[in-house]
């Protein structure tokens, strides 16, 4: 398992602090705290943050997806070999 490292352009892009919570009149969060009921609210914010990038900084965000720049999730992996183990074992 990888993840996006948290020093990378794409990262330092998308910090909370830069999320522009929607408001929404008449709305509670607990209604939109599903993931696809959140995301669908979020969507137009995250795009705006690409509009004015040019061609050099959208490929530099980009390359924060490569393999190479990912960090290895070491805890998760352990955790899902040991869960794999176990369960060729009962099987």
């Known amino acids: 398992m990888v993840y996006v490292n948290s020093?990378?352009?794409y990262m330092k892009l998308f910090s909370l602090k830069?999320?522009?919570w929607p408001s929404i009149p008449g709305a509670t969060m607990t209604p939109l705290?599903?993931?696809s009921m959140l995301s669908?609210?979020?969507v137009k914010e995250w795009a705006e943050h690409f509009l004015e990038k040019t061609d050099a900084?959208?490929?530099k965000i980009a390359g924060s997806f490569?393999?190479?720049q990912c960090t290895k999730g070491e805890e998760v992996s352990e955790i899902l070999k040991e869960n794999a183990s176990s369960q060729a074992v009962a099987n």
């Open 18 to 20: 830069s999320i522009d």
């Open 40 to 42: 669908e609210f979020l």
């Open 66 to 68: 490569r393999f190479g």
């Open 33 to 35: 705290c599903g993931p």
């Open 7 to 9: 020093s990378t352009p």
């Open 57 to 59: 900084e959208l490929d």
